[in-house]
């Protein structure tokens, strides 16, 4: 037995109860909550007339952008943090993925970092289990803005560290992209289908192109090929979904979080239920309450299927399969 097999797991949440620590002005450490990404971005030795030229379209880096999320982490009457009592009571099934994120916003909180903060967290579990629902309810409540990109089938570095110089269409890497986006220092880049990423000999492995962004040390001065200047990405939160961790490489895994989750139960069908209606009014832009209404039967089947394959992607799926018969049955009339 080696002295390794003696050192305590880590990978989940850390064996502190930080839910009992008051947060006082005491606990308050001055910090700089803004920062300036980028000093100076290169200009283009050729300008084309008519055309926003790098500088004008990512004039957002070279400014100060705010550390965010500071709504979300005010603690309520009963202690716990906004963000966490919402994400409680809408996925209570991930207890553990929200207890390992709760532990870090509280440490921010004592250490007077009042932004949302955390480590890069890979979410482990089947299809369907509800990984990527997670991942968007995290990023949607957090305030500080969110980008998704899907790595399922890429086999191209540039979908990760950007294009260089001489490209039709040059960006900077994901994260700086994100952040020129959403005008804050510290979104979350959700990456789903990590484990279904290819490798090209010749485009170069977007896997391993997430290494150099993720870790600390060389996300502060990341060289930007866009940019022809460093970028610091070091506050942007990360959010990693796959199937497995097969085929993940082990640099990478030490850098990441690894929580594995399963679905929700059958008893947990009308809380899904509503996330998945609230989710669909979003996309709609439409309030809850004009949703088509759903039949009664209608839900008892939804709950019947659900409760045979537990899978939340075939649910939504079916669930806008009901919702447009209802629709059929009873049309919309405009007058």
């Given amino acids: 037995m080696s002295d390794d097999d003696n050192l305590p797991d880590l990978s989940g949440p850390l064996p502190l109860d930080l839910s009992k620590v008051e947060i006082t002005p005491a606990h308050i450490i001055p910090t700089t909550e803004f920062i300036r990404p980028c000093k100076r971005i290169e200009p283009e030795t050729k300008e084309f007339v008519g055309f926003p030229t790098i500088v004008d379209r990512f004039a957002a880096l070279t400014s100060e952008l705010?550390?965010?999320?500071?709504?979300?982490?005010?603690?309520?009457?009963?202690?716990?943090?906004?963000?966490?009592?919402?994400?409680?009571?809408?996925?209570?099934?991930?207890?553990?993925?929200?207890?390992?994120?709760?532990q870090q916003w509280r440490l921010q909180l004592w250490l007077g970092r009042p932004w949302i903060a955390f480590r890069p967290l890979l979410l482990v579990g089947p299809p369907g289990c509800g990984k990527s629902h997670?991942?968007?309810m995290i990023a949607e409540r957090s305030g500080v803005g969110h980008s998704i990109l899907s790595l399922a089938g890429v086999a191209d570095a540039t979908t990760v560290e950007g294009t260089p110089r001489g490209f039709t269409n040059t960006m900077p890497c994901f994260p700086a992209l994100t952040m020129a986006q959403h005008g804050t220092a510290n979104p979350i880049v959700v990456v789903e289908e990590l484990d279904k990423a290819g490798v090209s000999a010749r485009h170069g492995d977007p896997v391993t192109a997430l290494l150099t962004l993720i870790e600390p040390g060389t996300a502060k001065q990341y060289w930007d090929r866009c940019l022809l200047a460093p970028v610091d990405v070091s506050h942007v939160n990360w959010i990693l979904t796959a199937n497995s961790l097969a085929g993940l490489p082990a640099p990478l895994r030490s850098r990441l979080d690894i929580v594995h989750v399963g679905g929700p139960a059958p008893k947990h069908f009308d809380i899904l239920l509503t996330n998945l209606l609230d989710e669909i009014a979003g996309q709609w832009r439409l309030p809850h309450a004009l949703l088509p209404t759903l039949a009664p039967a209608a839900e008892e089947l939804l709950c019947h299927r659900f409760a045979r394959h537990r899978s939340v992607r075939r649910l939504e799926r079916e669930l806008r399969a009901a919702m447009a018969a209802g629709i059929a049955a009873s049309p919309r009339r405009f007058s």
Avoid: F, N, S, V
């Fill in 66 to 102: 705010p550390l965010a999320g500071a709504a979300a982490m005010k603690p309520l009457a009963d202690g716990e943090l906004a963000i966490t009592a919402h994400l409680r009571a809408r996925a209570p099934w991930y207890a553990t993925a929200i207890d390992l994120l709760d």
């Fill in 134 to 136: 997670l991942a968007r």
